[in-house]
């Protein structure tokens, strides 16, 4: 099973203003609305399904640990560049509560032989992929328009395992354990 941990996005009417944006009209531009807002703490890969239980227990264990927290949405860019995008998205600020979140689960994952990613942590939220070429003045337009703009913000309470299948029409995710931060 593909697999990721993440902090799901609560109020995604937060990002209505950006999602009206004339770029998301373009044919070349698949919202990423359908498979639900989230950002990403731990793309794990394929998992095996007996895994989950551990992998399960370590969120319940790093939940407990923490109280519920805010943080804001703010700025758009691209992966891997604003020129040649494959993904758009919303950027989150350093937020101290969320860094130790994804260095804790970090280390459980290592104790669990779970392999992560050793680059620097960016929280952020995917708003679309890019099939093809879109117009570059848009892209331009765009990200001059979003770049550091306030997007909005919401309260963490919770920490999601989701399977994430991938389809024609772009992926479709299933939350397969949540643990509720110690509010």
């Known amino acids: 099973m593909r697999e990721f941990i993440c902090v799901e996005v609560?109020?995604?009417?937060?990002?209505?203003?950006?999602?009206?944006?004339?770029?998301?009209?373009?044919?070349?531009?698949?919202?990423?609305?359908?498979?639900?807002?989230?950002?990403?703490?731990?793309?794990?890969?394929?998992?095996?399904?007996?895994?989950?239980p551990e992998i399960s227990g370590l969120i319940d264990s790093v939940a407990s640990r923490h109280r519920k927290f805010t943080i804001t949405f703010r700025g758009a860019g691209a992966f891997p560049s604003e020129r040649m995008p494959a993904v758009i998205w919303a950027g989150v600020p350093v937020c101290t509560e969320l860094e130790k979140i994804h260095s804790e689960l970090a280390q459980g994952l290592n104790l669990l032989e779970i392999p992560v990613e050793h680059r620097k942590y960016m929280p952020h939220v995917t708003l679309a992929r890019v099939r093809c070429g879109p117009d570059a003045a848009s892209m331009d337009e765009f990200f001059g328009r979003w770049a550091n703009r306030h997007i909005g913000g919401q309260e963490v309470r919770s920490i999601s395992l989701k399977q994430s299948v991938l389809s024609r029409s772009g992926a479709v995710h299933r939350t397969i354990h949540a643990s509720q931060l110690n509010l």
């Open 10 to 52: 609560t109020e995604p009417s937060s990002f209505d203003a950006l999602f009206s944006d004339r770029l998301f009209s373009d044919r070349c531009i698949r919202d990423a609305r359908t498979a639900g807002l989230h950002f990403t703490l731990h793309f794990l890969g394929e998992v095996e399904e007996t895994e989950n």
